[in-house]
C-alpha cells in the first residue's frame, strides 16, 4: 500500500499563508483520490479538502472555501494544500490520505492510507 509523507508545517501569523505537502511512495498516487483531514487537540479528526484523481473535482468544507487550495501532480505523486488567510482555528495536524476511490469523498472510512500528520499552528 502507498505510505504517504506530509511536510511543510510551520508556525505563521493569522492572516498569513502556508502550503504543506504529501508525498508517496512504494506507489502511485494514479486513479487515488485524495484528501487532507486536521485535528486540533482534544478534537476528531476534520475533512478539510478532497480531490478527484484526475484533478478535475475538489471539495472544502465550508470553513476554508475561498481560503484553501488542494492539487496535486500525480507525475510526481505529490499533493498540496496552499493555505491563505489562516486563522487561529486552523491550528491543528494535518494529515494527508488516499483513497481507492477516483472521486472525492468527506468520508474518513474511504481512505485507506494515511500520513503521520504536520502541525499547522497559526498565532495571533
Known amino acids: 500500500q502507498v505510505q504517504l509523507v506530509e511536510s511543510g508545517g510551520g508556525l505563521v501569523q493569522a492572516g498569513g499563508s502556508l502550503t504543506i505537502s504529501c508525498a508517496a511512495s512504494?506507489?502511485?498516487?494514479?486513479?487515488?483520490?485524495m484528501g487532507w483531514f486536521r485535528q486540533a487537540p482534544g478534537k476528531e479528526r476534520d475533512f478539510v479538502a478532497a480531490?478527484?484523481?484526475?484533478?478535475?473535482?475538489?471539495d472544502y468544507v465550508d470553513s476554508v472555501k475561498g481560503r484553501f487550495s488542494i492539487s496535486r501532480d500525480n507525475a510526481k505523486n505529490m499533493v498540496y494544500l496552499q493555505m491563505n488567510s489562516l486563522k487561529t482555528e486552523d491550528t491543528a495536524v494535518y494529515f494527508c490520505?488516499?483513497?481507492?476511490?477516483?472521486?472525492?469523498?468527506?468520508?474518513?472510512?474511504?481512505?485507506?492510507?494515511w500520513g503521520q500528520g504536520t502541525q499547522v499552528t497559526v498565532s495571533s
Open positions: 490520505a488516499a483513497s481507492l476511490q477516483s472521486t472525492t469523498s468527506r468520508r474518513d472510512t474511504t481512505y485507506r492510507s
Open positions: 480531490i478527484s484523481w484526475h484533478g478535475g473535482r475538489m
Open positions: 512504494g506507489g502511485s498516487l494514479g486513479r487515488l483520490s
